[in-house]
């Protein structure tokens, strides 16, 4: 996987089951779609979507099938 540095966060509002029913993790430095401020959870810094899933999924292991990446700003990691 490519890296693609950057600071990662993941929005514990899951989406509407149009849009996959998912909990996304966002690059926080380059995604034009972040959750609001109060609704993110600081993952920290990774080389590239799939670190930061994974790191996701290690501190919400319930939402573990859930969690993928933004379409806009991770696409490889988003499920959709």
């Avoid at 609704?39 to 290690?58: S, V, Y």
Wanted: charged share 20%; net charge negative.
């Amino acid at each position: 996987m490519e890296i693609e540095i950057g600071h990662y966060i993941l929005n514990p509002q899951q989406q509407g089951k149009a849009s996959g029913g998912n909990y996304e993790i966002h690059n926080a430095d380059t995604c034009p779609h972040l959750p609001d401020q109060t609704h993110a959870l600081t993952l920290g810094h990774f080389n590239n979507c799939q670190l930061a899933i994974d790191e996701a999924k290690r501190r919400v292991p319930k939402w573990a099938d859930l969690i993928d990446g933004c379409a806009w700003c991770c696409p490889k990691c988003n499920k959709d």
